[in-house]
């Protein structure tokens, strides 16, 4: 679980930076493997494809800006 967030979060926009492309990501895990990650799972990981891991990114960054319907306001004013 702890290597897909730090996909998402390598791969997707943030207010302080841009996103990092997936082969910079799949490095940045293959690095962190047996530190930052447990290495088995960054193993398992680093058999998705790259082209399944853009999919999912593109899906992600998708899903992030659809736009939310307004909220109700919390009291009525008469």
Do not use: C, N, W
């Not at 290597?3 to 990092?20: E, G, H, N, Q």
């Not at 853009?54 to 899903?63: A, K, N, P, T, W």
Request: hydrophobic share 45%; glycine share 2%; no cysteine.
């Amino acid at each position: 679980m702890t290597v897909a967030d730090a996909f998402d979060a390598m791969t997707s926009d943030r207010p302080y930076r841009s996103k990092r492309p997936v082969a910079a990501a799949m490095e940045e895990i293959a690095r962190g493997a047996g530190t930052q990650f447990d290495p088995l799972a960054a193993d398992a990981f680093s058999t998705i494809p790259p082209a399944r891991l853009e999919q999912i990114s593109r899906h992600l960054d998708l899903q992030s800006t659809a736009v939310e319907p307004p909220a109700l306001p919390l009291v009525e004013v008469h």
